[in-house]
């Protein structure tokens, strides 16, 4: 018979999960204070689990019926239970107005992804980017708290999904070469691109960076609606959604400065820039 993990130690563990794997979140989540953290660092680690699951190698039925067995267990968690990140977020939502069902959404999206599900219009784009991150950005909204909720979901939600598409465009060569298209076939269309999968050619850069900038400018518009959200938020917890977002923002920019590049590799930033933005963020100068 398992034993439960004391609580202190389920939490030490999401904490290091998210130190470890959130390469870009963790800049953000550390600059709340401690119960925020902690909190936020546990819907980070189921989320990672989700996504593990997701983008590895099992075969596609087991990875349907471990995804069905994670939206089980997110309903099922309990304080007392022996999986410390199960443990922690059932103690997070005993204290924070965790909106737990939004995992629902992130393993919808997370089965479109391993049924290798394509997009025709960017409507259809649209409701997978908020399945998948427009979820956490509810979350996260549970954790950092907010007077006029029925506005800040709102505001979450388009966050989200600038971030979403952001992460489109950076991984589109990795995606295409493991066989997945998210950019919407209209689009494509559109401007004269046709991306096969496994190929990872493009045979015109001028389109493709016609295309990119397209995308970007329409990420913008949504990181414009989500950026509204930061005066709704106490100070620390604007510093760290402002870090988030500011480190995502500042890869869009980058991306769409040489679109070309991201069919050669994926976009990042040096860890220098990343604490940079944490830094401002934390002084109210970011986005």
Known sequence: MTRPIGIRD????????????????????????GPKRRALS?????????????????????????????????????????????????????????????????????????????????DELLHYCRCVAGSIGRLSLGVFGADDLTTAVVRADALGVALQLTNILRDVREDQLNGRTYLPAADLAHFGIRLEPGNGFVEDTARWNRLVRFQAARAERWYSEGFRLLPMLDRRSRACCASMAGIYH????????NPSAAMRERTSLPGWRKAGVAARSLAGMAP
């Open 10 to 33: 389920a939490y030490r563990e999401c904490e290091r999960i998210t130190r470890e794997q959130a390469r870009n979140f963790s800049y953000g989540i550390r600059l709340l204070p």
């Open 42 to 122: 546990a819907v980070y680690a189921f989320a990672r689990r989700v996504d593990d699951i997701g983008d590895g190698v099992l075969p596609r039925e087991e990875k349907l019926r471990e995804l069905k067995q994670c939206r089980e267990a997110v309903q099922q968690a309990s304080i007392g239970s022996s999986d410390p990140v199960l443990a922690a977020l059932a103690d997070a939502a005993s204290r924070m107005p965790l909106p737990v069902e939004a995992f629902d959404e992130l393993i919808d999206g997370c089965e479109a992804d391993v049924r290798g599900t394509t997009y025709t219009t960017f």
């Open 250 to 257: 500042q890869l869009l920019v980058r991306i769409a400065s």
